[in-house]
């Protein structure tokens, strides 16, 4: 890989460097010795010891789906061969024959080109005592896609470069490539230390949603090429025997793309459609992550007037986080303590007229609070006499809705009970 060439093994070797009164902690970078056995120790799976993705035969069928586009030429299949047994170096083949392989996609989804994962947590599992993933190719949505969710904020590892809005986000397709004569080897681990890092990141991602992929099941894809021959890999993480985590790396096809006009086609073909795979992968959990951030802040919105909603995603015992453990249900003070007008001989007149479309709940022998001015909680009774003064009513107001037909208000609790507020002051 071009960035490691001239870095050397002083990335490892060097001793702890200071930083503001802390000193960094020694890793080893991917083409050193001793890295294979930090991964394999960290649960990063070579081939041979991968098991398939549990959607294999899906994956499979779609690396041979046609595409629609054509394909190369004979012409430019020779262009290519030719290309490739006589350039010297790696930088010249990327230059040459790269953009051929490799499709574009809409603004938006961009590539990144031998830079380090600057942005990514240490330590996590997979990567202890090791270098920040540096692929030679990723590709993924920019950070400014995600907006207006704070992905930064919320999803470890799901942005790749440190302090750069521009940055590349959850990414689901990473490549190592080599030049002429290149340590393919080499590759394999690299792109399996890629993989491991994208498919952490994606199931923080998940996890943040509440769920997660079915077990085995693989989304990520790296690939590896000296350009000649070119091996696509599909990548998830599983529970060991000893249920910490190892990350598999599984061949999908290796193909050679020179031997045949065919074999060419057939694999440039299968790249570009796990390059369009990756690119709906990412957008859908783009889609995702911001839905769900736009109905936690509905939520918390509409909780703030009085009005109690459900956590998307969440369970019922998180809906109910604020009761108490003797039934009060603790209400925030709405924004606005002043209630619409409306006389107390008008609900008086209207006293026992309830909407039958919610009286069946008002018997409900469950207690409610609500606070006080004073922040203290009273209680109210099941049929929702409320022993405090007109004033005092006045500020819990947001938490009360009126019944449009009687003109008395009531509270539908999240559990569909529904408490009415009897207009007595003072007990009377």
């Given amino acids: 890989m071009a960035k490691k060439k001239g870095t050397n093994n002083a990335l490892?070797?060097?001793a702890p460097e200071s930083t503001g009164g802390s000193t960094t902690t020694r890793t080893t970078s991917t083409t050193t010795s001793g890295f294979a056995i930090k991964a394999y120790e960290n649960g990063i799976l070579n081939p041979l010891d991968s098991k398939p993705p549990a959607n294999f035969a899906e994956i499979r069928e779609r690396y041979h789906e046609p595409r629609g586009t054509a394909s190369p030429t004979e012409s430019v299949y020779e262009g290519y061969v030719n290309t490739v047994e006589s350039t010297c170096n790696e930088a010249t083949m990327v230059f040459e024959v790269g953009g051929h392989l490799l499709k574009k996609h809409a603004k938006g989804y961009q590539k990144a080109f031998n830079q380090a994962f600057t942005g990514f947590p240490a330590d996590v599992g997979f990567?202890?005592?090791?270098?920040?993933?540096?692929?030679?190719?990723?590709?993924?949505?920019?950070?400014?896609?995600?907006?207006?969710?704070?992905?930064?904020?919320?999803?470890?590892?799901?942005?790749?470069?440190?302090?750069?809005?521009?940055?590349?986000?959850?990414?689901?397709l990473a490549g190592e490539w080599k030049g002429p004569g290149g340590n393919m080897k080499e590759a394999t681990l690299q792109s399996a230390y890629d993989g491991a890092a994208l498919v952490y990141a994606r199931n923080k991602a998940?996890?943040?949603?509440?769920?997660?992929?079915?077990?085995?099941?693989?989304?990520?894809?790296?690939?590896?090429?000296?350009?000649?021959?070119?091996?696509l890999y599909a990548h998830y993480a599983a529970p060991a025997e000893d249920?910490?985590?190892?990350?598999?790396?599984?061949?999908?096809?290796?193909?050679?793309?020179?031997?045949?006009?065919?074999?060419?086609?057939?694999?440039r073909k299968g790249l570009r459609n796990e390059q369009g795979h990756a690119f709906k992968q990412s957008c859908t959990l783009r889609d995702q992550l911001k839905e769900h951030w736009k109905q936690r802040c509905n939520g918390?919105?509409?909780?703030?007037?009085?009005v109690l909603l459900p956590i998307p995603g969440g369970t019922l015992e998180a809906t109910h986080a604020h009761e108490d453990e003797s039934g009060y249900e603790i209400v925030e003070q709405p924004c606005e303590p002043t209630p619409p007008t409306s006389s107390k001989a008008k609900r008086q007149s209207n006293h026992g007229k309830k909407s039958s479309s919610i009286s069946s709940s008002k018997s409900s022998p469950s207690v409610n609070s609500v606070p006080s001015s004073g922040g203290q909680k009273?209680?109210?009774?099941?049929?929702?006499?409320?022993?405090?003064?007109?004033?005092?009513r006045s500020k819990v107001h947001g938490y009360w809705e009126?019944?449009?037909?009687?003109?008395?208000?009531?509270?539908?609790?999240?559990?569909g009970a529904v408490v009415w507020f009897e207009d007595s002051d003072d007990g009377n």
Avoid: C
Avoid at 147 to 163: E, N, Q
Avoid at 206 to 231: C, I, Q, R
């Fill in 378 to 392: 009273r209680k109210i009774s099941p049929r929702g006499s409320f022993e405090e003064s007109s004033k005092q």
């Fill in 243 to 267: 249920q910490t985590l190892e990350y598999h790396q599984y061949p999908i096809k290796s193909i050679n793309l020179i031997d045949s006009h065919q074999g060419h086609k057939d694999g």
């Fill in 206 to 231: 998940l996890a943040y949603l509440g769920k997660s992929d079915p077990p085995g099941h693989a989304e990520v894809t790296t690939f590896t090429t000296d350009w000649t021959n070119l091996t």
């Fill in 300 to 306: 918390i919105l509409s909780s703030a007037e009085g």
């Fill in 12 to 14: 490892v070797s060097a």
């Fill in 402 to 415: 009126m019944d449009d037909e009687s003109g008395q208000y009531f509270h539908k609790r999240s559990n």
């Fill in 127 to 172: 990567n202890n005592s090791l270098s920040a993933p540096q692929p030679d190719f990723v590709e993924g949505l920019r950070m400014q896609e995600f907006r207006p969710f704070p992905v930064h904020k919320h999803v470890d590892g799901a942005v790749l470069y440190k302090d750069n809005p521009n940055s590349l986000t959850l990414p689901h």
